[in-house]
Nanobody
């Protein structure tokens, strides 16, 4: 069955960096747009970034993270990444990867990112 498993979250000081990953199983990510979302405490889930498919791999970022975050993918490893630099306290939240397939939307369990000031 389809599974998405995020990892790599943690506690980091403002200005620091983290790279989080999402390993997919049960399907091949190469055929799909892959997306990172996040949810801060007391707030709605918001789109962070997404990345399209071969050959162009187009990317799209939320205004709040543009220039600081980089989304990438390894279709060979069936893995999605999010490189986060110059982290701010407002980046704190649970980060989820998501894929939209014919049968519906599939979400991982999330990984916690906490940024201290």
């Amino acid at each position: 069955q389809v599974q998405l498993v995020e990892s790599g979250g943690g506690l980091v000081q403002a200005g620091g960096s983290l790279r989080i990953s999402c390993v997919a199983s049960g399907f091949t990510i190469g055929n799909y747009v892959m997306t990172w979302y996040r949810q801060a405490p007391g707030k709605e889930r918001e789109l962070v970034a997404n990345i399209g498919t071969f050959p162009a791999y187009p990317t799209n970022y939320a205004t709040s993270v543009k220039g600081r975050f980089t989304i990438s993918r390894s279709d060979a490893k069936n893995t999605l990444y999010l490189e986060m630099n110059s982290l701010k306290p407002e980046d704190t939240g649970v980060y989820y990867c998501m894929v939209r397939r014919y049968a519906g939307d599939y979400w991982g369990q999330g990984t916690q990112v906490s940024v201290s000031s």
